[in-house]
C-alpha cells in the first residue's frame, strides 16, 4: 500500500510552547489528508480535514486557532499545536488520500505528544 | 458520529478463522464499509472495504449482507500477531469522504 510518514514519532515539550507535527506522503500525491487524536484506551477522534491549497475544515468543538493545519503541497500536511497544555498531551495521526490511492486512505505511525 | 456497531471484545484460538460481525443498519447507498485494525501505539492499517459484493484480499474477506445492514470481516487463519482493535467503518466516498471511527473489537488471538 501507499506509505504515509508522520514525523516526529514522539514529542515531549513544556507547557506554552508550540510544537509541530509533519505527515508526508511518500509515493503518492495527496490531495486530502485527515488529522485525528487519540487519547489512551479510546477511539480516534477526526479532528480537521485539509485538502491541498485550500483552508482546513475543522470538526465542531476543535479550536482552529490551537491547532493550526497547512496542507501547502501535494506531500505534506502539518499540525502545529499552539501554545500546548497538558491536557494536550495525546496520539496524533494522520491520513491521507490521493488520485492514485484509489478509494482507500492510509495513515501515518503517529506521533505521541507529552506536554509537561 | 460513528455509524457502526461492534462488539468491544472478542477472543480467537491461534490458527482458527476470527469473524467480526459489524452492524451498519442507517447505512446510505453511497457508503462504502471499510476495515482497518490498529495494533498498540501504531496508526491503523486498512485491510479492506467493499460496497455491497463480497470481497478477499491476501488479508481478509469481507462479507456484506444482501440488505448491507450488516457485515463480517473473516480472518481465515488468525495467528498472535492479529491481536489489534478492529474497526468498522462507513464512509461516504461522494460526500466529505472522511472515516469516522467507532469503538471497535479488541480482538485478542490466544495461543
Known amino acids: 500500500g501507499a506509505v504515509v510518514s508522520q514525523h516526529p514519532s514522539r514529542v515531549i515539550c513544556k507547557s506554552g510552547t508550540s510544537v509541530k507535527i509533519e505527515c508526508r506522503s511518500l509515493d503518492f500525491q ?12 479510546q477511539s480516534l477522534m477526526l479532528m480537521a480535514t485539509s485538502n491541498e491549497g485550500s483552508k482546513a475544515t475543522y470538526e465542531q468543538g476543535v479550536e482552529k486557532d490551537k491547532f493550526l493545519i497547512n496542507h501547502a503541497s501535494l506531500t505534506l500536511s502539518t499540525l502545529t499545536v499552539t501554545s500546548a497544555h497538558p491536557e494536550d498531551s495525546s496520539f496524533y495521526i494522520c491520513s491521507a488520500t490521493g488520485t492514485t490511492t484509489g478509494e482507500k486512505l492510509f495513515f501515518g505511525s503517529g506521533t505521541q505528544l507529552s506536554v509537561l | 458520529d460513528a455509524k457502526t456497531t461492534q462488539p468491544p471484545s472478542m477472543d480467537c484460538a491461534e490458527g482458527r478463522a476470527a469473524n467480526l460481525p459489524c452492524n451498519h443498519s442507517t447505512i446510505s447507498g453511497n457508503e462504502y464499509v471499510y476495515w482497518y485494525r490498529q495494533i498498540h501505539s ?15 484480499n491476501e488479508m481478509a474477506s469481507l462479507i456484506i449482507t444482501e440488505d448491507r445492514k450488516s457485515s463480517t470481516l473473516i480472518l481465515p487463519h488468525a495467528t498472535l500477531r492479529d491481536t489489534a482493535v478492529y474497526y468498522c467503518i462507513v464512509r461516504d466516498l461522494q460526500g466529505a469522504q472522511k472515516l469516522v471511527f467507532g469503538q471497535g473489537t479488541r480482538l485478542t488471538i490466544n495461543p
Do not use: D, S
Open chain 2, 42 to 56: 501504531q496508526g491503523p492499517q486498512y485491510i479492506i472495504h467493499g460496497l455491497k459484493n463480497n470481497e478477499t
Open chain 1, 30 to 41: 495527496a490531495t486530502t489528508m485527515f488529522w485525528y487524536r487519540q487519547f489512551p484506551k
